[in-house]
C-alpha cells in the first residue's frame, strides 16, 4: 500500500467530540446545514443567501474554540455568551420555523 493511503492512528488522538462546547457547536451547525439545505430545495425561493449563514457557523468555531482553549474562568462563560449571539442571529435573521410571532 502507498504511504500516502496510510492512515496512521496517532494522527487523530485527541481528535474527536469531546467537550461539551463540541457537542453544542456541532449540533448547532448541522442544524444550520439542515436549515440550509431544507431551504434550497424548496419550491419558492429563499428569502437568505448562503452568506447569511457565515457568521453563525464562523460563530459556533470560535464558540468551540473558546471554550476549548480559554482557560477558565473565562472560557466558559464567554463560549456562552457566544452561542448565545449565534442562536440569537438564527431566530432574528434565518427566522427558523416562519420567525418569532407574539
Given at each position: 500500500?502507498?504511504?500516502?493511503?496510510?492512515?496512521?492512528?496517532?494522527?487523530?488522538?485527541?481528535?474527536?467530540?469531546?467537550?461539551?462546547?463540541?457537542?453544542?457547536?456541532?449540533?448547532?451547525?448541522?442544524?444550520?446545514?439542515?436549515?440550509?439545505?431544507?431551504?434550497?430545495?424548496?419550491?419558492?425561493?429563499?428569502?437568505?443567501t448562503?452568506?447569511?449563514?457565515?457568521?453563525?457557523?464562523?460563530?459556533?468555531?470560535?464558540?468551540?474554540?473558546?471554550?476549548?482553549?480559554?482557560?477558565?474562568?473565562?472560557?466558559?462563560?464567554?463560549?456562552?455568551?457566544?452561542?448565545?449571539?449565534?442562536?440569537?442571529?438564527?431566530?432574528?435573521v434565518?427566522?427558523?420555523?416562519?420567525?418569532?410571532?407574539?
Amino acid at each position: 500500500m502507498h504511504r500516502a493511503l496510510r492512515t496512521d492512528r496517532r494522527n487523530w488522538e485527541g481528535v474527536g467530540l469531546e467537550t461539551v462546547y463540541d457537542w453544542i457547536t456541532v449540533a448547532i451547525f448541522g442544524g444550520l446545514v439542515v436549515l440550509f439545505l431544507h431551504r434550497s430545495v424548496g419550491e419558492k425561493e429563499p428569502d437568505d443567501t448562503i452568506w447569511h449563514y457565515l457568521p453563525p457557523a464562523v460563530g459556533c468555531a470560535v464558540a468551540n474554540y473558546v471554550g476549548n482553549k480559554v482557560d477558565p474562568p473565562y472560557g466558559g462563560p464567554i463560549s456562552a455568551a457566544i452561542v448565545v449571539a449565534v442562536l440569537i442571529y438564527i431566530v432574528l435573521v434565518l427566522k427558523p420555523f416562519g420567525g418569532l410571532k407574539f
